[in-house]
């Protein structure tokens, strides 16, 4: 199904057009997926975010601004989204000793447990949303969005 399609509509799109709206559309597929893959586990796509980029540190703390800095999706609410993985019991957040103004934020071991159950049920879902394209076409479609 096409574009033209999909909005119901009968006017001769421009080509830029098209593919913002390819872009809107395939933007809520996805994120409709991954809302769903995430759901059985309790956690937002976010919070997802966030457990991995805790995990990327390899045991070393972080501070609020090195994860708003990595953020997928950047927003204005990390601390919130740090204190509903604490009360999950995902993540520990404390003052750093030498600087009293910094806290610091790490993965536990139940995040990093609750993590790798997640990280199959995502890879599930990447597979079953690309599954369409070859690993050739997966590279000529990366090469381009690198252009933004």
């Not at 990327?56 to 601004?65: C, I, M, T, V």
């Not at 000793?97 to 139940?110: G, L, S």
């Amino acid at each position: 199904m096409n574009v033209e399609e999909i909005i119901k509509t009968n006017k001769k799109l421009r080509q830029t057009q098209r593919t913002m709206i390819h872009f809107a559309l395939v933007s809520n597929k996805v994120r409709e997926q991954f809302s769903t893959a995430l759901k059985p586990f309790d956690i937002s796509e976010q919070q997802f975010n966030v457990l991995r980029i805790l995990r990327g540190q390899k045991g070393k703390p972080a501070n609020l601004s090195t994860i708003n800095e990595r953020m997928v999706t950047k927003m204005s609410n990390t601390t919130r989204l740090v204190d509903k993985l604490i009360l999950k019991g995902y993540v520990e957040r404390w003052v750093c000793p030498d600087n009293r103004r910094k806290v610091e934020i790490m993965i536990t071991k139940k995040g990093s447990s609750e993590l790798e159950k997640i990280d199959r049920a995502v890879a599930d879902t990447e597979n079953t949303i690309l599954k369409n394209f070859t690993p050739k076409e997966l590279e000529q479609l990366n090469n381009l969005l690198d252009k933004f």
